[in-house]
């Protein structure tokens, strides 16, 4: 079955750069998370998109972005890159028109900001 | 403020035993439940979950146990196997449109051979 597609598997970066992480979610899912996992840390919501609107915010800082494009893969954009931004970046998809609120994860995108 | 725990950070258990870990909230609102395997560089993985009108679901080994009073839930793993050794994070959500999880901080369960 296809599975949540996340690139690149990898970045790194340098303090005050930018950075662009994509997410294509599992076909016919509706609704895209992002989720940001500190070294030693549970997963904290970033914010999420139902039908390509933006439908919840969690602790994102206003230095990233996201959007969700008509063929419902998201893009989260970070810019002037903090050593504190090392971590894993997870997108998630799920169908809440299918009703299932069950959350399938990506690999993750490891960020290292130097 | 923790609205997800799981008190205890590690678990040992011996193959062909059981497995429980628990997990607590203290959000009232919290309707659906959920519990991730997740192994290092990996995206965690979906393995049950339970919605609030429901107080046990089954899927194979693994069964999960809701006590809405106590704000309690755990996941039983029968028989515990090596291969399920990994970071387990229980975590809660609303359901609806903006349905985020809200994660504990994981348990390590290590299954000795």
């Known amino acids: 079955a296809a599975g949540v597609i996340q690139s690149p598997r990898h970045l790194i970066k340098e303090k005050r750069e930018t950075a662009t992480l994509k997410c294509y979610p599992i076909p016919r899912h509706d609704t895209v998370y992002w989720y940001q996992q500190g070294p030693g840390q549970d997963p904290q919501f970033l914010i999420s998109f139902y039908e390509k609107m933006q439908s919840d915010k969690g602790s994102i800082p206003d230095r990233f972005s996201a959007q969700q494009f008509s063929d419902y893969h998201s893009e989260l954009n970070m810019s002037s890159l903090e050593l504190g931004d090392s971590a894993l970046y997870f997108c998630?998809?799920?169908?809440?028109?299918?009703?299932?609120?069950?959350?399938?994860f990506g690999p993750g995108t490891r960020l290292t900001v130097t | 403020d923790q609205q997800v725990k799981q008190n205890s950070p590690s678990l040992s258990v011996q193959e062909g035993r059981i497995s429980i870990l628990n997990c607590d909230y203290t959000?009232?609102?919290?309707?659906?439940f959920l519990w991730y395997k997740k192994y290092p560089a990996e995206g965690p993985t979906f393995l049950i979950s339970i919605s609030s009108i429901k107080d046990k679901n089954e899927d194979g080994r693994f069964t999960v146990f809701l006590n809405k009073s106590a704000k309690h839930l755990s996941l039983h793993i029968v028989p515990s196997q090596p291969g399920d050794s990994a970071v387990y994070f229980c975590?809660?959500?609303?359901?609806?449109?903006?349905?985020?999880?809200?994660f504990g901080k994981g348990i390590t369960l290590s299954v000795r051979p």
């Open positions: 959000n009232s609102m919290f309707d659906y």
């Open positions: 998630a998809s799920s169908s809440l028109a299918g009703g299932t609120y069950e959350q399938y």
């Open positions: 975590a809660a959500s609303y359901t609806g449109a903006n349905s985020k999880l809200t």
